[in-house]
């Protein structure tokens, strides 16, 4: 979707197969001013099959299969949220049950950003803005889906938001003061945030533990398997320099959110990987065994995910998807075994098919994810 002077969108076909045709976009050509403020859209596929597009302050439900929009959404007010004006974005964890209702709620997450003319400022002016500081989410299945706004502890442009297996979000990386480009931000905001979807608003964010590496400008954030959560980049040169402000980094970091703390350890589920299927269709009901040390087992304290591996740049992780599986029973086996009876995801506009990261979840910390095949 869109690009430099590519007001358009286009499909990846099945391999072998070439796309000649391009879509007009009228979200894009609507939403490009003089600072563009529109590169790198986020697109999250919705649970009805249709497509979540947001771009600089507007977004639409598009229809993959008549390419119509089905739905306009309220702008977003206070600034730009693509690029240059780069926002963090997220699809926050899909909730599954048992038995779904006709209409499944996905709830989109937009934090930070920068004003309308923050690259003109700082590119021209060398003025270098306070980034946003709040944090807006819309119900887009909602009957009158309004955006829900929020402040952050700090500002922040160019962050990345990444889902972890428990549910939370972090948000991490970018800066306080500027907008994407080539240094065009000052101020690296070294402090993550933890946000927590299912807090009342004013609880729901953590500040946690700095880092002492400035991740500006093209730098990522990905989950890992075993929970931890790779950083790297930040690159504001147009090349590798080391003589400068921020210099190109080239060193990566792992950074553990809190359930990874050596004191909840003995809460820490162990798939068993044999007893566990590699293959599961859609609504599928499947086991999944765990070892944990713990008496109090139950439906109430367990969670099973499944995340969808993303692919992360300038601030926008495609693909990322986490869904919270339904649960019909968890049974005590032998020892410190457990069998988790949950029921796959119900279709492709849910769980797209390909490969995800299974995690057992005991009262928010999650054992080490397991490769997992929808089909």
């Known amino acids: 979707v869109g690009g430099r002077q590519a007001l358009n969108y286009e499909y990846i076909l099945p391999e072998g197969i070439d796309n000649k045709k391009l879509y007009d976009s009228h979200l894009l050509k609507q939403t490009t001013d003089p600072e563009e403020n529109n590169l790198y859209p986020f697109v999250w596929l919705n649970t009805d099959g249709n497509l979540f597009m947001f771009a600089n302050n507007r977004s639409i439900l598009l229809s993959p299969k008549t390419n119509k929009v089905i739905k306009e959404f309220p702008p977003l007010p206070g600034g730009a949220r693509n690029y240059p004006g780069s926002a963090s974005s997220a699809l926050l964890p899909i909730r599954l049950y048992v038995k779904n209702p006709p209409v499944i709620p996905a709830d989109v997450l937009i934090c930070g950003g920068a004003r309308q003319d923050a690259y003109f400022r700082a590119d021209r002016l060398k003025l270098y803005d306070a980034a946003l500081n709040d944090c807006a989410r819309l119900s887009i299945n909602g009957k009158m889906p309004a955006w829900k706004i929020e402040n952050m502890p700090m500002p922040r442009v160019m962050s990345d938001a990444v889902v972890l297996p428990n549910g939370e979000v972090l948000i991490i990386n970018g800066a306080k003061h500027g907008a994407s480009g080539w240094g065009l931000a000052k101020d690296p905001n070294f402090s993550p945030l933890l946000y927590t979807p299912n807090k009342p608003i004013g609880k729901r964010f953590k500040e946690l533990a700095a880092s002492t590496i400035p991740r500006m400008y093209h ?28 210099p190109t980094e080239l060193r990566i970091e792992k950074f553990s959110p809190p359930y990874l703390d ?4 003995n809460m820490r589920p162990k798939i068993v990987n044999t007893d566990t299927p ?26 099973v995910t499944m995340l969808a591996p993303p692919f992360t740049t300038h601030a926008v992780s495609m693909n990322m998807r986490l869904l919270l599986l339904g649960i019909s029973d968890v049974k005590k086996e032998n020892g410190d075994f457990h069998q988790i009876q949950a029921v796959a995801p119900p279709s492709g506009n849910v769980a797209p098919p390909g490969y995800y990261l299974l995690y057992a979840v005991y009262n ?3 054992s080490v994810g397991e490769w997992i095949q929808i089909l």
């Open 219 to 246: 730098s990522i954030a990905i989950a890992l398997p075993d929970g931890k959560v790779l950083i790297g980049g930040s690159n504001t040169n147009d090349g590798y320099r080391y003589d400068v402000e921020y």
């Open 262 to 265: 050596p004191a909840l350890a």
């Open 278 to 303: 590699k293959q599961i269709k859609y609504g599928q009901m499947f086991n999944v065994k765990i070892e944990l040390k713990q008496a109090n087992v139950a439906k109430e304290n367990v969670m």
């Open 364 to 366: 928010g910390v999650p």
